[in-house]
């Protein structure tokens, strides 16, 4: 590593000694100063800016320190918000004026809002802003689904293992694709695996349960920050969320009324205002506001003249999932206006790569129950129905606009796979070859690879997936991807990594393309 990583460790031991499922510790409860021990993190940074983010455990101003040096013998200070209840004591602050291409270290230090002279031990962090010019290198990691399928924290295994096997491989930022938590999905305390062995999880009250109070909601995120290795990632990697349907509910869409006598609130779109106000207080995001109320989930991210990062919510307009056969669907899996947003920023941006961050795969058949679909595909291989519409309209954009770069990352299947679509393939051929990888699970059950719908014309050149469905990550390994881009050259690499170090598939791409061949 280009720098010193105490700073960072120093302040990740002190939030581990402090932390004990929630509760303060008690030298700093009887001192009565405000306690951050769920760590640090960063968001959406660009070359100039950055979103810091803290938990207190009581009332108290935020106050953030930025330097060049892990000495922080020169600092500058940023006055945040004051911490308090209607935010769960959680908040954010923007830095600004950053310099490119920088280490920048941090601390976080929360005052008793009364006394500002009374304050926690500081939480510290750092984080790299994205190059100003082409020459610097990009070089960052992606994977979804956590906590799923109901395996949680085992401390037998050391926890959320491939976040520190993430942790030290140092990239820029981590793209977190989705399912960020699994709200609806309640943890036991110890599961038996088909070998005998036992899994063991760390319970709260709060994932005993399906989650539908803004409470409950919370504390699914809070669950994660209990484990070591995530709040240690945190406070070294930024972080790009975005959602998918566990944050809410499984396989959710606006307007359902719920047939499940689990959920008291059956009102889907009261649980997803509940479930996105939770995301916003505990994901630094650019385009949430504070409490989650307003604002939108998909954005641009811009990191530098390598790298514009397209973040896309496929939850949030999409219509209900049906069989996905009619002829006209204008609403589909985006939403017009997200659509519409989406073909403006790809023909705005000057990044030579443009990284589609989707939450869903599109040739990947994803069904809900017996005649429904879940994702874009619906097994038909023809001509596009349904939502494939309004993918056939921005892969026809792309083409006719002549928009170089353009990538799919995703995750949401839980297992990790490579698929370029060409034209010559697929039903539909109004659109250049492009290629769409997949990653995941990072914390969760592995499930068999689903089928290909041909209407795009998807070819798997590599698949490594689970035979049965809910593998252990006891008995699996774990899934992320990372994606290098070199600043000479701008060729992009993409590696599909196991848990353990192992580099599963490789694939480079060339850069000023409109499509990419298989090559």
Do not use: C
């Not at 509940?274 to 109320?293: D, H, I, K």
């Not at 494939?388 to 799919?408: M, V």
């Not at 039903?427 to 059950?445: H, I, N, T, Y």
């Not at 035979?467 to 599909?496: H, K």
Request: avoid cysteine.
């Amino acid at each position: 590593m280009s720098y010193n990583r105490r700073t960072v460790l120093r302040g990740s031991l002190a939030a581990s000694a402090a932390l004990s499922l929630g509760a303060p510790a008690p030298a700093q409860a009887l001192r009565g100063r405000p306690n951050a021990a769920w760590g640090v993190q960063v968001g959406d940074v660009t070359s100039s800016s950055g979103l810091v983010w803290v938990r207190s455990d009581r009332p108290a101003r935020m106050i953030v320190e930025t330097s060049a040096t892990e000495s922080f013998r020169r600092t500058h200070r940023w006055h945040g918000p004051l911490l308090g209840p209607g935010t769960d004591f959680t908040g954010t602050t923007a830095l600004r004026g950053l310099p490119a291409g920088e280490q920048i270290h941090y601390r976080v230090t929360t005052a008793d809002p009364d006394d500002p002279r009374r304050t926690g031990e500081p939480v510290y962090g750092t984080f790299r802003t994205a190059p100003a010019r082409r020459g610097q290198g990009v070089r960052f990691l992606w994977s979804g689904d956590i906590a799923g399928q109901g395996w949680g924290i085992n401390p037998d295994i050391g926890g959320f293992r491939a976040f520190d096997e993430m942790r030290r491989l140092d990239p820029d930022f981590f793209l977190s694709s989705g399912d960020t938590v699994y709200a609806d999905g309640p943890l036991v305390p110890s599961v038996t695996l088909p070998d005998g062995r036992v899994w063991r999880n760390v319970m709260t009250e709060e994932k005993a349960k399906v989650a539908e109070t803004l409470a409950e909601y919370r504390g699914n995120f809070r669950y994660n920050l209990l484990d070591d290795n995530v709040r240690r990632f945190n406070a070294q990697v930024p972080t790009v969320a975005q959602w998918d349907d566990h944050e809410v509910r499984n396989n959710w869409y606006p307007g359902q009324l719920l047939d499940d006598a689990r959920y008291t609130e059956k009102d889907v779109d009261v649980l997803a205002a509940r479930a996105m106000r939770a995301f916003g207080e505990y994901f630094p995001v650019s385009t949430l506001s504070p409490r989650g109320s307003e604002g939108r989930m998909h954005r641009v991210v811009r990191y530098g003249p390598l790298l514009d990062v397209f973040v896309l919510d496929m939850r949030s307009h999409r219509n209900a999932n049906s069989p996905g056969r009619q002829a006209d669907d204008t609403t589909g899996i985006l939403g017009a206006e997200q659509l519409s947003w989406l073909k403006r920023e790809l023909s705005r941006s000057r990044a030579v790569w443009k990284v589609i961050a989707s939450d869903m795969p599109l040739g990947l058949v994803v069904p809900d129950g017996a005649v429904n679909f879940e994702a874009v595909a619906q097994g038909d291989p023809g001509a596009p129905l349904g939502r494939e519409l309004q993918i056939a309209e921005l892969l026809r954009f792309i083409k006719h606009r002549r928009i170089t770069g353009t990538l799919w990352l995703t995750a949401d299947v839980h297992y990790t796979s490579a698929q370029h679509y060409a034209p010559e393939r697929a039903a539909f051929k109004d659109f250049a070859p492009f290629w769409e990888f997949v990653s995941g699970p990072l914390a969760a059950g592995g499930f068999p690879a689903n089928a290909l719908d041909g209407t795009f014309g998807p070819d798997r050149v590599f698949v490594r997936a689970p035979e049965r469905a809910n593998v252990s990550p006891m008995e699996s390994p774990q899934y992320f991807g990372e994606v290098d881009i070199d600043g000479g050259s701008g060729e992009l690499t993409v590696r599909l990594r196991a848990e353990g170090g192992t580099v599963l598939f490789s694939k480079v791409l060339q850069p000023g393309r409109v499509g990419q061949d298989r090559g």
